[in-house]
């Protein structure tokens, strides 16, 4: 089985400021692992992946996220946020073998001015 | 950029009545996929489909759901028997096929019909 944890349901932040959205992960082998992003009325969107390779793996409006085996972490990062960044936050893990998508509760960013 | 469409966006039944909700992935992906949210839950894996058949279902995938590509662009989801519980956001997600290990590709979603059953 696999399975992910948000720990937190909210996150604030100011504009400007650097923002973490943690991700946690527990899957059987290796984990692909990935961050998406749900504005209002709009399906899930891509941000980033991990699949191998370089623990820092960078995506879409300039987030990135680490890998960290170890802790079996995959927490998103920006080094600056925007007020335009504020949304619900996913993140999803996989494996080799399967093609389905085990999903984090989400965690609502909210940047504020 | 090209982009995964559902239709309806809001679908209300009664309970029993048979519903179908329709995807359109984007078109040079093979993998499609269904996954539900149901308010203030997680997001769940539903169905995969590759090739004309099912590649991997979740337990909530029961006989009551079935899953269509009846042309060359849509996609369809019935639920034969609508229940209360089956009321949810139902996601349309798409993928390719490069790779061949799995869940290595990112998979495009929809925006989602919401399904209210009465």
């Known amino acids: 089985a696999q399975s992910v944890a948000q720990p937190e349901d909210q996150v604030n932040v100011a504009e400007g400021n650097p923002l973490t959205v943690k991700c946690t992960y527990s899957?059987?082998?290796?984990?692909?692992l990935f961050w998406y992003v749900q504005y209002p009325n709009r399906g899930l969107q891509f941000l980033l992946k991990?699949?191998?390779?370089?623990?820092l793996v960078k995506g879409s409006y300039g987030f990135e996220a680490e890998f960290n085996k170890s802790q079996t972490s995959f927490h998103l990062k920006k080094p600056s946020a925007l007020v335009s960044d504020s949304a619900l936050y996913f993140c999803?893990?996989?494996?080799?073998?399967?093609?389905?998508?085990?999903f984090g509760s989400g965690t609502r960013l909210q940047v504020q001015p | 950029e090209p982009e995964v469409t559902q239709t309806p966006s809001h679908q209300v039944t009664q309970m029993g009545q048979e519903v179908i909700l329709r995807c359109v992935p984007i078109?040079?992906?093979?993998?499609f996929y269904w996954y539900r949210q149901i308010l203030g839950q997680k997001v769940e894996f539903l169905v995969s489909?590759?090739?004309?058949?099912?590649?991997?279902k979740s337990e909530i995938f029961d006989d009551q759901f079935s899953v269509e590509r009846p042309d060359g662009s849509n996609f369809t989801l019935k639920i034969r028997s609508t229940k209360l519980e089956d009321s949810a956001m139902y996601f349309c997600?798409?993928?390719?096929?490069?790779?061949?290990?799995?869940?290595?590709?990112?998979?495009?979603f929809g925006p989602g019909t919401r399904l209210t059953v009465l």
């Open positions: 997600a798409s993928s390719e096929v490069l790779g061949t290990s799995g869940a290595d590709n990112e998979q495009f």
């Open positions: 078109s040079n992906h093979l993998y």
């Open positions: 999803a893990v996989g494996r080799p073998g399967r093609r389905a998508l085990t």
């Open positions: 489909f590759y090739n004309n058949e099912i590649s991997e």
């Open positions: 991990y699949i191998t390779g370089d623990n």
């Open positions: 899957v059987s082998g290796n984990p692909y």
